[in-house]
């Protein structure tokens, strides 16, 4: 948890900023000023808001703090993607990466500093979990890579996915915060069908998210469809395994009948034969999933796992095709400069 000397205002509700107003002596209006320039303008200081009095900014300034997220270093791929390393308030870096196609422009955010899950194959895992991002910390990514785009693009982002650093549902209230004001017309008013949150399989919070009915889309990090090689990359499946995971899904999709997706990174020799292919297939028929999206796994310095050659990849998705499941390789982006999926680590 981010620890301040004195309470962050981006904290306070609506409701919470118009008595705190009003308490001051100060026209309700001045709230709803106050509100703007925190979420629509998103202002990074109190002097940034330059409708309010001298005096008035000077005493929000001596009761509360505003700890903006800011740009420590931006890095260029050949494809167009953009990274960016992001410096909290208290001195911790954070990565998120702006990916631009022809049709789309889609910000990949962290949720945590760190992780704690240690995947294998993912670079975030071999690092400590420092600490869960502010919701307001997380709006400041998604806000800082959409000017990104505008700047580089001309175009507002149009897609969201919580595939960053962390587990997004182990930073659970902060993530749907920070959706509900990334999705709010007085945040950046996107879509929650346009937001994708992946997880690592935290079956308990998948039921959660059906709970609550939220509007977003989900994705699971699959990666293996047996439990005896999942739980070999990836030590969550100790806790949360296949058949748990199958169950959530299943009820996750009556609450809410949002979209599912299921993630899978081809390593060569370990998951990529036809028998895995099979085992998948049976996967996908036991819970209601849109796509599996096919990943090609991408080095990193702390794992010995290598991507398996195109002929191979391909007779996987041509296996998959030919039992009618819906299939779609995703090609790699930004691998140069290390802003690929599994490679975020601040570096």
């Given at each position: ?229 999942r739980h070999e990359i990836m030590p969550i499946n100790d806790t949360n395994d296949i058949q748990s995971l199958v169950e959530a899904l299943n009820y996750f999709y009556q609450k809410t009948g949002n979209e599912i997706t299921f993630e899978y990174i081809l390593f060569k020799d370990f998951n990529d034969s036809l028998e895995d ?62 802003a690929a999926c599994g490679q975020l680590a601040n570096k």
């Amino acid at each position: 948890m981010l620890k301040l000397a004195k309470p962050n205002i981006r904290q306070l509700s609506k409701e919470e900023m118009e008595q705190y107003f009003r308490e001051m002596g100060e026209k309700a209006f001045r709230a709803k000023q106050v509100y703007e320039w925190i979420w629509t303008k998103q202002a990074r200081s109190f002097e940034d808001m330059t409708n309010l009095s001298k005096e008035l900014r000077a005493k929000l300034a001596e009761n509360f703090s505003l700890p903006a997220l800011t740009g420590d270093l931006t890095q260029h791929s050949s494809d167009g993607t953009i990274k960016s390393r992001f410096r909290t308030v208290d001195g911790h870096l954070v990565e998120g990466v702006l990916i631009p196609t022809d049709d789309r422009k889609t910000a990949c955010v962290s949720s945590q500093i760190g992780c704690s899950l240690s995947c294998k194959f993912c670079a975030t895992g071999y690092m400590d979990r420092k600490r869960n991002l502010e919701f307001d910390e997380i709006f400041d990514e998604v806000a800082l890579i959409n000017q990104q785009s505008e700047a580089s693009y001309g175009k507002k982002l149009t897609n969201i996915v919580f595939m960053g650093m962390g587990e997004p549902l182990l930073n659970y209230k902060n993530v749907l915060k920070a959706i509900e004001k990334i999705s709010s017309p007085e945040g950046l008013g996107m879509s929650p069908r346009r937001i994708t949150v992946s997880t690592a399989g935290v079956a308990k919070m998948i039921k959660q998210l059906g709970d609550d009915q939220v509007r977003f889309k989900l994705a699971l990090s699959l990666h293996a469809a047996t439990d005896a090689k999942r739980h070999e990359i990836m030590p969550i499946n100790d806790t949360n395994d296949i058949q748990s995971l199958v169950e959530a899904l299943n009820y996750f999709y009556q609450k809410t009948g949002n979209e599912i997706t299921f993630e899978y990174i081809l390593f060569k020799d370990f998951n990529d034969s036809l028998e895995d292919a099979a085992e998948l297939v049976k996967l996908y028929r036991r819970v209601p999933a849109d796509l599996i999206n096919i990943i090609e796994y991408n080095p990193i310095d702390l794992a010995l796992f290598e991507k398996p050659d195109e002929d191979k990849t391909m007779q996987f998705m041509q296996y998959l095709e030919k039992h009618r499941v819906n299939v779609r390789l995703r090609r790699s982006r930004g691998k140069d400069i290390d802003a690929a999926c599994g490679q975020l680590a601040n570096k």
